[in-house]
């Protein structure tokens, strides 16, 4: 496709759909949790918050490794697998999304979290004195206003799930086609001393996050005008 | 008063960090494969030389990587011939230095099912996943797939191969069961008493063999030298044999 190897264009188009489905997914799971922080008076609210990005802190290795053991037979990830006759759910696709969804977590859940409490009380007061209820309010006034942070939360977390490597490493057995991505291709390239095919993909990278971070601040600075 | 008890214990403190003259460290790049003996042996060493070996451990083909970009190693200690000579050729090691320290062998091993007859249970195929370290960094790698191509059942079990980034990776993939079986190192084995096992004729596979050598950043290091040395000595090929690796060709 497009004129490159197999062995370029899998991973990219691999990572690609990887970062896609994880981050959509990141969406719907990080977007009530930050509510739930931004807007919480619970006393362990904060405790929570710093469970939910540990694995900023954590070593990818560390994450990767329970993650290992959790996705295995001996772990919930077995458990699941079973359903369809499968032993692990490490070495699929779908532990890998698992995988990338817990190591990107903090990246998407903070922007929007601060995104809306940057929304504060007062709109929501205005939207209820007009009758609209708590979910209605959600839908058509804190989350248009919030839209800037879930922008920047999915760019995050996109662009994280591209750069992922430890976790992937750890989890995924490298098996082409399925878990090969980017990241543990250019790492081979490397290690069988294959330079141009290392840089191709490594530059790619390079380039893509450039393009990935200018565009976020750009989109930003535009929907911020327009929603001020 | 304060200031001089404060002076004298700084110099107390700095002579005792001082070490006694001969001793010196070295900085060993160990394969993934040989984590065990070479601590055992880097004990000894420092038992018998007062020299301190530091071990680092990790997949042969990443350390030559490193190795060619002035990573601070003095002794390479490979899981293959290939690279030690690549690094004599391409002028990172130092010539004649190079000798095989250990030859591998390769187990088939599983916590999941019976592979004391691993040949038939290779045949059967009742798993869904095999896990060996990545062919191409890895020799046990390279030796897995060898050994399958011989018995005949590579293409078959092609879809069901897993790849650790290391032998130690492999290892780890079965250890937690996630692979049903896997083609680890023997000496990966040692003490350990879960699952069955499968020793594969070395006849199956090209040798493993396992060279050491000496880096040019460690030419001048006389615990890397001693070390290299102790190596090649009696109570360390004693370990060497104790952990499973062969010594010699038969």
Known sequence: ?228 | MKLTALAAALVGFLTSLAAPVHADVTHVAVAANFTEPAKEIAALFKQKTGHEAVLIFGASGAFYTQITHSAPFEVFLSADAERPKMAVDNGYAVPDTLFTYAIGKLVLWSRVIDVTNGEAALKAGNFQKLSIANPVAAPYGTAAVETMKALGVYDALKPKIVQGNSIAQAFQFVDTRNAELGFVALSQLHGVTEGTRWEVPMKLHAPIFQDAVLLKTGANSEASKAFLAFLKGPEARAIIAKFGYVLELS
């Open chain 1, 1 to 228: 496709m497009l004129g490159m190897p197999d062995d370029i264009w899998v991973p990219i188009k691999l990572t690609i759909e990887l970062a896609t489905i994880s981050t959509l997914s990141l969406l719907v799971v990080a977007t009530p949790l930050a509510w739930w922080l931004a807007r919480s008076k619970a006393w362990f609210k904060e405790a929570a918050a710093a469970i939910v990005s540990l694995p900023m802190v954590l070593p990818p290795t560390v994450l990767g490794f329970y993650l290992l053991i959790a996705l295995g037979p001996d772990g919930p990830g077995g458990l699941i697998a079973s359903l369809w006759g499968a032993r692990t759910l490490a070495f699929t696709f779908t532990g890998l999304v698992i995988g990338s969804i817990l190591s990107s977590m903090p990246f998407v859940v903070q922007p929007i979290r601060n995104a809306f409490a940057a929304v504060g009380d007062r709109p929501l007061e205005v939207a209820s004195t007009l009758r609209a209820s708590p979910t209605r309010a959600f839908w058509t006034v804190a989350l248009p206003l919030a839209s800037p942070g879930l922008l920047t939360g999915a760019v995050l977390g996109f662009a994280h799930t591209v750069g992922e490597f430890g976790v992937i490493l750890m989890i995924g057995g490298n098996i082409p086609g399925r878990t090969r991505v980017m990241s543990t291709a250019i790492f081979d390239f490397v290690e069988t001393m294959r330079w141009r095919e290392a840089n191709l993909l490594a530059g790619g990278m390079v380039a893509f996050a450039f393009v990935v971070i200018l565009a976020m601040t750009l989109l930003e600075k535009r929907f911020t005008r327009a929603g001020a």
